[in-house]
């Protein structure tokens, strides 16, 4: 019972869905048709914010929360640089905060220095934030993303690749460990490397991967405190960055306990109920989508700006 009630607290302080990695793209241009009723209280914030396909030119901001907010100012991470390259650019969800988009091209480097060969990058967030049509219950204020578990390969790879390739599952069939197929010293470098950089507040990875990082970190374990489980997680792993100084409507997460979270702390995770989750007997409700009015007042003139 204990577990279960710690699990639900980590579901509502860590607002990370399972956002899907290996779910495919698309290279047609698939424009949204317009909403009959914008304007409409009801109307679902990620309706509105799913169909800006530009930022507001404006200083750069993160407001409100992770998992309700929304974004001015951003800038998009190139599609291509040395040490990375975007994926799924169909989304349009490479925008970040300008610190996000730096914290990025840090780690594509630091990362080549450990062995990886570069960064493979899913979603960011979208040009103004918001909450998204698919696949992410956070991400909504440019300071999250998603980074393959996958390296980056020598050559460019083409719009098609980028649109269609799936990022490897690193979790055994049994979800009770790592893969030892597939998973290498490297992604523990990698993800240490991420937890290491003094931007950084949470990063997020399914609890099997968790558990070969403990194994793995030898006798320096500051990093793993930063480090959390989380469902799914298992293609990609996922960063969040704090709240810039230049954002003081963003509002910040708890700090994680300071135990490395290594241990007896991830049972719950490897509990039946976790592993098998059982369909629910009467079928749920449909979730509640945030409207306007669950968002900090402000993201009404970030939507709104030409
Ligand atoms: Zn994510």
Excluded at 171 to 188: A, Q, Y
Aim: with cysteine; aromatic share 6%; glycine share 8%.
């Amino acid at each position: 019972m204990l577990g279960l009630l710690r699990g639900l607290l980590l579901l509502l302080v860590a607002g990370a869905a399972p956002a899907l990695a290996q779910d495919p793209g698309s290279v047609e241009d698939k424009r949204l048709p317009p909403l009959a009723n914008p304007g409409a209280p009801s109307t679902p914030a990620r309706e509105l914010f799913g169909r800006k396909t530009e930022p507001v030119p404006l200083a750069a901001r993160s407001i409100g929360f992770y998992s309700h907010g929304c974004l001015a100012g951003a800038v998009a991470l190139p599609i291509n640089g040395a040490t990375w390259q975007v994926m799924r650019l169909s989304r349009n969800r490479n925008w970040g905060h300008p610190k996000l988009v730096a914290f990025l091209e840090r780690l594509a480097e630091k990362a080549k220095k450990v062995g990886w060969n570069g960064l493979l990058v899913g979603d960011m967030s979208q040009p103004r934030g918001g909450p998204m049509l698919s696949g992410h219950t956070s991400h909504q204020v440019g300071l999250d993303a998603d980074i393959w578990l996958t390296p980056m390969p020598e050559r460019k790879l083409s719009r098609e690749e980028r649109e269609f390739t799936s990022a490897i599952e690193m979790v055994r069939e049994d979800r009770l460990d790592i893969d030892p197929k597939v998973w290498t010293h490297e992604h523990t470098e990698l993800i240490r490397t991420a937890a290491e950089d003094p931007g950084v507040e949470r990063i997020f990875v399914n609890a099997a991967i968790k558990k070969a990082l403990c194994r793995e970190a030898g006798s320096n374990r500051a990093w793993l405190a930063k480090v959390r489980p989380w469902t799914g997680h298992d293609y990609h792993f996922h960063v969040r960055i704090y709240c810039p100084p230049d954002s003081p409507q963003c509002e910040p997460q708890p700090p994680p306990e300071p135990s490395d979270g290594c241990g007896h702390e991830l049972d719950y995770w490897f509990t039946d109920a976790v592993i098998h989750p059982q369909a629910p007997l009467i079928p749920e409700p449909p979730k509640h989508q945030l409207t306007m009015a669950n968002l900090p007042a402000s993201c009404r003139a970030v939507l709104m700006a030409p």
